[in-house]
């Protein structure tokens, strides 16, 4: 019999008050049944508590010992449930969608000897001192341009730019022919298309570049400041909607759905709200240039579902069994990438066109390619706030503040946050 059941963490006063007046290790049910394995998730629009039952359905039917309940965080999300759910003494004993970090290992079971681990996306970029403590089932690509074909077509752009310089030519080709070359917003996503920028770059000549900064070697001017002031006089040739600063997200998307702009700097999740749009203008995509000169341009990139073991679970072999179907079962991994848009080379499932490109260019970057945005992951890795901080100043640079104040204080802040 398939069990599905489904643990809500807001409800976890109560299942606190139940696991520590009683024992919190029990292997079985009273009833002497199947070894419970709790699984917190991250549960969306996507992410449904049926597909992650229907998920782990056929790994239940070939374990009859093992019952897998999927737990639901709520509102407060799974980054949020952990600490709280670990200051409780209610771990569950598998997390999802929470990468791991220097102050979480010592919570996490080392998964370094299983090959399965070893192997799974992006798994060296993610180590902390060497030791493996999550396994992915793919990646999310963060340095990606969009782009309209149509417009590209009218601005006479015949192919996409493979240079920055090339990308600064494109853009004025572009407003010469009528098109909005650069559709960005506020929100988060006002950093995105600067690091979609700078990141290529800067993390090929500098690949230490989060721990240099983190320990005051380098600074954000010497390293960003070319982006900075590149990223500046796009904002003053009107490159970008100059109502950037009081655009949404999803109204951001839309509009580049619409037809209304030409380039959209966004991740790969993107490629599924466009297979869901009708009507949608065709749409191709490049990967994150670099300046001329540096063949290997860096891949912004982030785990797609990583998957970690808490060392205070009492069915830590039966919840590696369980993530070792989860990222290598070729059914599981397909049906995860496909419900979220994220990729894996050897992982084919039915896309789009637009998702087509998006697997080349998988398949094109060498792993040692691939890099952190933000505030980085696994080791590399900059001060807690960094990726407000960039967000802030970033919008500053859309409101017209001239980039050398905007480099200024950012370097203020890694003075003060760093080191």
């Known amino acids: 019999m398939i069990r599905r059941r489904t643990i809500t963490a807001l409800g976890a006063v109560s299942l606190t008050t139940l696991v520590l007046a009683g024992c919190s290790t029990a292997p079985t049910s009273e009833a002497g049944g199947p070894i419970e394995l709790r699984m917190l998730v991250n549960v969306t629009p996507n992410l449904t508590e049926e597909f992650w039952n229907e998920l782990v359905a056929p790994f239940e039917e070939a374990n009859p010992d093992i019952d897998v309940v999927i737990q639901n965080p709520g509102a407060e999300g799974v980054a949020a449930a952990v600490p709280r759910l670990l200051a409780a003494g209610d771990v569950p004993d598998i997390v999802q969608s929470l990468p791991p970090s220097v102050e979480l290992a010592p919570e996490l079971v080392d998964l ?40 590209f077509e009218e601005a006479g752009i015949t192919e996409p730019p493979a240079t920055v310089e090339e990308l600064d030519e494109a853009l004025a080709k572009l407003k010469d022919a009528g098109w909005t070359p650069i559709q960005t917003g506020g929100d988060w ?41 590149r990223y500046a006089d796009w904002v003053a040739e009107g490159y970008l909607n100059p109502d950037a600063l009081g655009v949404k997200y999803p109204d951001a998307e839309q509009n580049f759905l619409a037809g209304n702009t030409a380039i959209y700097p966004m991740g790969s999740w993107f490629a599924g709200t466009e297979a869901k749009t009708p009507d949608a203008p065709e749409i191709g995509v490049f990967r994150g240039p670099a300046v001329e000169g540096v063949d290997n341009p860096a891949m912004g990139a982030n785990i797609a579902s990583p998957y970690s073991i808490m060392r205070s679970s009492a069915h830590q072999e039966a919840a590696a069994e369980l993530v070792e179907f989860l990222v290598t079962d070729q059914d599981a991994v397909v049906a995860q990438l496909e419900v979220d848009g994220n990729f894996r080379d050897g992982y ?20 040692a390619d691939y890099t952190p945005t933000g505030q980085g992951y696994g080791e590399r890795t900059v001060p807690n706030g960094y990726s407000t901080e960039l967000n802030a100043q970033t919008q500053a640079l859309l409101g017209g503040t001239p980039a050398d104040v905007v480099l200024q204080a950012m370097d203020g802040w890694f003075a003060a946050n760093a080191g």
């Open 112 to 151: 370094t000897e299983y090959e399965w681990a070893a192997e799974a996306p992006l798994a060296d970029q993610y180590s902390i001192d060497g030791k493996l403590y999550m396994a992915g089932i793919g990646v999310q690509l963060q340095s990606l341009w969009f782009y309209n074909k149509q417009a």
């Open 189 to 229: 996503m006002s950093s995105h298309a600067l690091q979609a920028l700078g990141l290529p770059t800067i993390i090929a000549e500098h690949p230490d570049w989060f721990a240099g900064m983190t320990a005051g070697d380098l600074t954000f001017s010497e390293t960003y400041g070319d982006t900075v002031e």
């Open 348 to 367: 084919a499932y039915e896309t789009t066109p637009l998702g087509d490109e998006l697997l080349a260019i998988v398949a094109d970057t060498p792993a």
